[in-house]
C-alpha cells in the first residue's frame, strides 16, 4: 500500500463512517455540559446568596432588639440616678429631684 492509497482510505472512513460528525458532536456535548455546570454553578450561588440574605437580616433583628433592650435598660438606670438620694447618713433622706420639682412647681405657679 502506498500513501495515497492510505490517504484515501483514512480520508473515505472519516467523511463516510461520521469522523466529522462525531468530531462536530464532541464539540456540543462538550459545550453542553460546560453550560450544565455553570447553571448549576449559579443555581448554588443563588441560593448560597439568598441564604446569607436571609442571615444578615435575621442578625439586623436581633441587633435592632438587643438595641432596644439596651436603651430601655439606660433610660430606667438614669431615672434610677434621678430618684436616688444624696443624703446617705440620715433619717430623712430626700431624692435630688424634689428641688427641681419645686422650682418647676414655682415656675408654673406663675
Known amino acids: 500500500m502506498d500513501v495515497a492509497t492510505l490517504l484515501t482510505t483514512f480520508f473515505t472512513t ?3 463512517g461520521g469522523g466529522v460528525a462525531s ?9 453542553a455540559k460546560e453550560l450544565e ?5 449559579s443555581e448554588q450561588w443563588r441560593a448560597l446568596y439568598e441564604e446569607q440574605t436571609k442571615t444578615v437580616q435575621a442578625l439586623r433583628e436581633r441587633l435592632h ?5 439596651l436603651e430601655e435598660e439606660k433610660r430606667q438606670t438614669l431615672m434610677c ?3 436616688v438620694c444624696e443624703k ?14 419645686k422650682e ?3 415656675v408654673f405657679e406663675k
Open 14 to 16: 472519516l467523511l463516510s
Open 88 to 101: 446617705l447618713d440620715c433619717t430623712d433622706r430626700e431624692p435630688p429631684h424634689t428641688e427641681i420639682m
Open 37 to 41: 455546570n455553570d447553571r448549576v454553578a
Open 23 to 31: 468530531f462536530m458532536q464532541y464539540k456540543q456535548n462538550r459545550k
Open 81 to 83: 440616678r434621678f430618684y
Open 65 to 69: 432588639e438587643t438595641r432596644t433592650l
Open 104 to 106: 418647676f412647681k414655682q
